[in-house]
Nanobody, 125 residues
Framework: QVQLVESGGGLVQAGGSLRLSCTGS????????MGWFRRVPGKEREFVAR????????AYADSVKGRFTISRDNAENTVYLQMNSLKPEDTAVYYC??????????????????WGQGTQVTVSS
C-alpha cells in the first residue's frame, strides 16, 4: 500500500507555470505506474499524464501535450508534473494516483489503486 500527498497547486495567471509534486510512502513506490488526473465540478475525472515505473515511458492527454511534463524520482518517492503555458481551462483539482499491474488502461482513472487528496490549480485569464 502507498499513501500519496500532492503539493504545489495555487493561483497563476494564464501563460504562467506551476510544478506539482506527489510524494509517496512505502518501499515499493518505484514499482507503480504513476498518473496525474484532474477534475472540475460536474465533470468526470480526466486523464492528464502518466509515467511508467522506470520513468522511460510517458503519455499525455492531447489537451496538455507539449505544455506539461511528467517525471519521477524513485529515490525520493516523488512524481512531478511541470505545467507550462497554463490556460484558464487547466483550472481543476489535480490528483496523483498509483497503479499496480501492467501497462493496460493507464489512461483510465478507474484502473488506479491509490489516490492523493488533490491540489487546486486555478489559472486566471
Amino acid at each position: 500500500q502507498v499513501q500519496l500527498v500532492e503539493s504545489g497547486g495555487g493561483l497563476v495567471q494564464a501563460g504562467g507555470s506551476l510544478r506539482l509534486s506527489c510524494t509517496g510512502s512505502g518501499r515499493t513506490f518505484s514499482s507503480y505506474t504513476m498518473g496525474w488526473f484532474r477534475r472540475v465540478p460536474g465533470k468526470e475525472r480526466e486523464f492528464v499524464a502518466r509515467i511508467m515505473w522506470s520513468g522511460g515511458s510517458t503519455a499525455y492527454a492531447d489537451s496538455v501535450k507539449g505544455r506539461f511534463t511528467i517525471s519521477r524520482d524513485n529515490a525520493e518517492n516523488t512524481v512531478y508534473l511541470q505545467m507550462n503555458s497554463l490556460k484558464p481551462e487547466d483550472t481543476a483539482v489535480y490528483y496523483c494516483a498509483a497503479k499496480t499491474g501492467g501497462v493496460l488502461r493507464t489512461r483510465e482513472w478507474t484502473a488506479y489503486d491509490y489516490w492523493g487528496q488533490g491540489t487546486q490549480v486555478t489559472v486566471s485569464s
